[in-house]
């Protein structure tokens, strides 16, 4: 009895590399298949949270850089409405006679009450004010005359 047949050794050591393989089996499965907790409620409303105020916070600051480009391109169509009024006037009148109260009588004539001009056209550095400047002085401005040097060298070119 003391002798263990060998087909009874071979199905012990069979068996016995089954049960290892199997509990081996089992204990991977139960690692790879192993449903993890979620976070807190709070900690993924913590989150949630932070990501929706980075989200507003990233919009706000495309709506500001939106509004602030919509403003200048308003601004900039503005002054060239200005300025091509300006220079239709100044088709008419020479710039030498040309005031800018004139101008903005013929431009704005409601603001020009009994010849006297509206006090927010004589803000210094109003839109207004800055084209007309700017537009007189390059039609005003000397022309130098071109030296003689200069006309030589050309025509030797």
Not at 113 to 126: A, E, H, T, W, Y
Request: hydrophobic fraction near 35%; proline fraction near 7%.
């Amino acid at each position: 009895m003391a002798s263990i047949r060998p087909r009874n050794r071979i199905t012990n050591i069979f068996s016995g590399v089954c049960n290892r393989a199997a509990a081996q089996l089992e204990s991977l499965s139960e690692e790879t298949f192993v449903i993890r907790p979620q976070p807190p409620q709070q900690e993924q409303q913590k989150y949630t949270a932070s990501f929706l105020r980075q989200q507003k916070e990233i919009e706000d600051q495309i709506m500001t850089r939106n509004a602030q480009k919509a403003e200048e391109e308003a601004r900039r169509r503005c002054l060239e409405v200005i300025r091509n009024h300006l220079i239709s006037y100044l088709e008419t009148t020479p710039p030498e006679q040309a005031t800018f109260e004139e101008w903005l009588a013929v431009l704005h004539p409601d603001n020009v009450k009994m010849g006297v001009l509206d006090s927010r056209f004589q803000i210094p550095g109003n839109p207004w004010a800055t084209v007309f400047e700017e537009e007189i002085a390059m039609r005003t401005k000397p022309i130098k005359p071109i030296l003689q040097r200069s006309i030589s060298r050309a025509m030797a070119a």
